[in-house]
């Protein structure tokens, strides 16, 4: 299912296939999440690293909610993340349809392509477990500067894209956007150029954005930053602030958050804004598709 997303853009990357949610007590952040109206599908396990999830599954792209079961593996700078920063939005996966092909191509390009790298994750169904498979290729940081990354492809897509994982209390349908706060976003265009092309790059006074497929990749310079989101413009940068996750009737997700008892806040453009506090350390926003 995951295949039908937007045109490819370059070297083989069709867009995004999911962001990353670093947090302390994944028990407690299904809870969390599904608090906010998302539907889990059952736990999963890396095989060989120390990393268990819980992925909100929609007909394109997803949301990985990943912590650490066992601290004595491999973790994959998660731990260091949580230390430096706390829960939140640590990374984001493109999406391709052939790992060994986007590798060669990125390195042709001059890009270090490394990879694709093999794994596998143990997935707890109620019939039996599961191995869903992907292949992994890793760029380096200079590639997608302020925004840590990988490309992923997917070998078993029917196992984790299933229709009764796909329908969520919330209404939501997929990842609108991914916001990140820089110092200089007009010195990143050029390696975004790069990796997604140059029409995936639109700039302007204090802000690029990229488009990655269906979500755009948001920069925001201290200026919009402020304006957009004034009480989190003080903090480090770079750093992934937050995401928008589109709904089918911000009517009806806007009803469900106040039957659930979720604080939001709705903004000048009809979003409705959920604080980090409540949402693993994301700032979340629900907006109409």
Known sequence: MAAETDGETAHGIRGL???LVGVADLEAAKSVWGRLGF???????HIGW???NYCLMFPHDYIEIIGIVDPSQFVNRLDAFLAAHG????AVAFATDDAADCAARLRAADIAADGPKDLKRILELPEGEVLPAFELVFTPDAATPALRSFICTHLTPEI???PEWLEHPNGAQGIAEVVVAVEMPGELGLAYANLLGMDAV???????QVQAGGCTLSFLGPAPLAERFPELADGPLPRILGMTVRVADPAATRYYLEVAGVPFAPTADGRLRVAPVEASGVMLEFAGA
């Open 87 to 90: 829960e939140g939005l640590m």
């Open 50 to 52: 120390g990393t268990a």
């Open 39 to 45: 539907k889990a599908c059952p736990r999963g396990r």
């Open 17 to 19: 296939d999911h962001v």
């Open 202 to 208: 639109r700039a302007a006074d204090g802000w690029i």
């Open 160 to 162: 984790v894209w299933r």
